[in-house]
Each structure stands twice: as C-alpha cells, then as structure tokens.
C-alpha cells in the first residue's frame, strides 16, 4: 500500500494527567486497556506530542526495519540533560553508527566471555552472605551483583590497577546507587522539571557531578601509569572526535553513564524475577538443577550461555514475562506507513514490549511461567524483544544475558529459596522492576548432586 492510499490514525487520545501518570508508572495496564478500546495502533497525546502505540509484532517490525536514517532520537531533551547533548542515546544518524562501532569491541562476545570465572566469583561471594531462615529483598543482592560486574567490565577496576580494589569498588557501589535512586520518572518523562529549582533535578545533577569526580579519578590514574585495558573505559579513552582529537573525559563520562543506566538495572531486575520465578516454582528448579548438575560443578561458564537449553528457556520466559523495558520508540522525521495507517514526522512511534510480551496470540496463556514455550518454538526478534530492537537494541544485551545466567546457576544450585510475598511490576525510571524487590526466604544452603556423588547425576541430596 502507498503512502497515499494508507489509512488515516484512529482517533487521537488526550490523555488526562492521572492516566498520564498511570502509563509511567504501570504501563501493562494502560497499554492493555488501549488495546482492548482502540485496536493494535493506539494514538495517545501526551507531553504536547502524539505517541502512536505499536501493540504487534508485525506492525514493531515495520518500525524496525525502516531506513534508521530516516528517525530522530526518542524523548532527546530528556536523555540530552540527564545523559549529556552528545551521549549514544540521543546521536542519530552517521554519528549513532560510529559511536555504537566504537563500543562494539568491548561488548563483544569474544571479550565478555573471558570474564566468566569473573562473573561467577562475583555472584558466589554476594549469594554467600544469604543465612538460612533469612527473608531479603533479593533486589539488593542481585544489585551489588550487577554493580560488581559493572566496575570489573566497565570501570576496569582491579587489583592489578593498583588502585586498591576494596575501597574503589566500594566508593564507586555507593556513587552508583546514588545515582539510580536519584533518577526519579518525574525528571526522566518531564524534562521541564529539569531545572535548578526543582529539588528532584538537584539531587541527581549532584549524584551525577560527584560520579563523575570519582570516574575522573580513574582516568587521571590510568594516564598516569600508563594502564592500557581493553573494558568500555579503555575503549573511550582511545577514542577520537571527527578531527582525529581525543575526545574529551566529559564525553568518556557521559557514554559511561550510558552504559551504566542501560546495563546496571537491566540485568539486577532480570535477575531478581528470575528468582523471584523460581521460588515459585520447585518443579522448574529441578528440572534447571538436573540440566545444570548434568555438566560438573564447575563448568565452563561458556557452557551456560550455549548449550544449556532449559536454563536459557527460564532467563527467556522471565524477561518475556517481567520485560525490563516496557517499551522503546523513535521519532519518524519523514512520512511512513506503519500497519496500513499513515505516521507523520514529529509523531512518536512507540514500540510496546509489554502488549508484544503478553499477546496471547503469540504467547497462550500470557501470564503464565512456562519456560517449556521457548523450547517448543523459536521466536522472532519482533515477538520476544526484551531489549528493544533495531539499530537502538541494547549493546549490553550479550554481557546481560551472560550474566544472568552465571548467577542464576549459583542461586539454583546453591541454595533453596521460596517466594516470601507476591511482588509485581512498577515503573521505577526508565526501567521497569519489581515494586516490593522480590522478598525471598532462604531455607538451606545445599551441595550440587554432581558434587556429593559424581554417578548420580541430577539427584538432589536431602
């Protein structure tokens, strides 16, 4: 169908400001609702924009596969104050590409696949304070986990640095988490109240300024010494401008804190409802227990992102299930056609992965944790999109899933646990997460079969 023969939008909803505030806060609902009312293209007017809400794989894969060339950066005033005017999430075009070429060696497989052993470390040393007849929030350790990682991967920090690993992981944990908690929806989805004036805006202006100090400390030390390390600080630090210039350490900050707000949450949410998930569910953890007691007690880490089905088809259905982004959007900045309706330049396409994520259609019985629908069928990238898709797809996806899956073969392995309180998903910033951080009880910590009785393969010992 030609542009001139696509249908027009159905008609435009002014949304009032509590069901503005209900689409931040629990977008499932909303978008739900929008769906059931006003078909799988919903045309909502918020923020003195119109948002078209694209509820398909189809219609997602229109937007995707677009000529990326032809879209703006989405919600570019906010990430350009919070995030800084040249950071990846708001460079479009030619200068999106060679930033995202830039990344790409230290997020490739090749390189985070070494860190395994690393990974895996992390996770056992946070898991191991747990006690037994303990109720946590699970979020908090899956945070230190994810934060561990990050100054390991993405910070470099090491002893080998000489800079003290204890006290720099430690002033760094705290800067981040910060940080995060200071990224409050109301100056992310309304950068008017990005001023000085407004307390929210202030607070995190200063968690940012003061991350940065600390981040400057570890690029004046690495000059000093000479410290060449190939993790995303190294990377950015050998980086040059369009006039072959180093770029400067504001900009090394600025894509830092990219990677920081896009990889931190994602894979300690991920995490925390994958064992949020499996403490509801014992018949899953022995069928993941057999599969992971299958291969030795300590395998490759490798091993646990190719050739372990079942526990790949349990991070898969916790994601599909609890999808960190609730959606992901560009900005058409000429005429498209998307799901036979006419999309015009300025109008906001807005891919929403909690309807895609919950299609019966595509998914029968939606809410319903069932690891065993990724082993039946393979999904496309526009039916299980948990991070986003297109030419904007997450960079960190890899290194998330790799972790995640290292840990939770820890917890699984290592520990007996249980639900403690049902817990669902809320808004926090940018990301979604659970509302109560997933209470779990620990009941024992328990030996892997595979190493009390190596010809008994996957028998849990009592």
């Not at 000479?226 to 504001?250: F, R």
């Not at 998930?277 to 091993?303: F, M, Q, S, T, Y």
Request: aromatic share 8%; hydrophobic share 40%; glycine share 6%.
């Amino acid at each position: 169908m030609s542009l001139a023969a696509a249908l027009p939008l159905p008609v435009t909803i002014k949304l009032t400001p509590w069901q503005q505030w209900h689409n931040f806060a629990e977008p499932r609902d909303m978008h739900d609702w929008l769906r059931r009312t006003h078909g799988d293209l919903a045309a909502i007017h918020f923020q003195g924009r119109d948002h078209i809400l694209v509820m398909t794989p189809e219609s997602a894969r229109e937007v995707f596969t677009h000529d990326p060339d032809m879209y703006d950066a989405f919600w570019k005033e906010s990430f350009a104050g919070m995030n800084g005017q040249d950071s990846l999430w708001v460079l479009i075009g030619e200068r999106h590409r060679k930033e995202r070429l830039l990344f790409s060696p230290a997020v490739h497989a090749n390189h985070y696949r070494s860190y395994g052993e690393t990974i895996r470390k992390i996770a056992r040393a946070r898991f191991d304070k747990w006690q037994p007849g303990q109720t946590l929030k699970a979020i908090d350790t899956t945070m230190m986990i994810s934060l561990d990682v990050i100054m390991s991967l993405v910070f470099g920090v090491d002893p080998s640095t000489g800079l003290g690993q204890g006290a720099v992981m430690e002033e760094g944990r705290k800067l981040v988490h910060t940080l995060t908690h200071t990224a409050h929806p109301l100056i992310v989805f309304y950068p008017k109240l990005q001023r000085p004036w407004f307390p929210l805006w202030w607070r995190y202006v200063n968690a940012k300024k003061n991350l940065y100090a600390w981040m400057g400390k570890l690029l004046a030390h690495r000059r000093a010494n000479h410290i060449e390390v190939g993790d995303v600080m190294g990377v950015l630090m050998k980086a040059t401008d369009e006039q072959g210039n180093p770029v400067s350490d504001e900009h090394i900050c600025n894509e830092l804190l990219s990677v920081l707000t896009a990889g931190q949450m994602t894979t300690a949410v991920a995490l925390a409802w994958s064992l949020y998930e499996l403490g509801r569910h014992p018949e899953v953890v022995a069928k993941l227990r057999a599969e992971l007691e299958a291969i030795g007690p300590n395998p490759d880490p490798g091993l646990l992102l190719t050739s372990l089905p079942y526990l790949d088809a349990v991070c898969k259905e916790t994601i599909r299930l609890h999808p960190i982004l609730a959606e992901c959007a560009r900005i058409p900045m000429e005429p498209l056609q998307i799901g036979g309706r006419a999309v015009q330049p300025g109008q906001a396409l807005v891919v929403s992965i909690v309807s895609i994520h919950h299609d019966p259609n595509t998914y029968p019985e939606p809410d319903t944790f069932r690891p065993e629908r990724f082993l039946e069928r393979k999904y496309s990238i526009y039916e299980f999109l948990p991070f986003g898709g297109g030419h904007r797809r997450c960079m960190g996806a890899g290194l998330a899933e790799y972790s995640i899956r290292i840990a939770l073969a820890e917890a699984a392995l290592h520990w007996d646990f249980e639900t403690a309180k049902t817990d669902y998903d809320i808004r926090h910033d940018l990301a979604m997460g659970p509302k109560y951080g997933v209470p779990l009880l620990i009941n024992r910590r328990r030996i892997p079969a595979s190493i009390t009785n190596s010809t008994v393969i996957g028998v849990e010992k009592v």
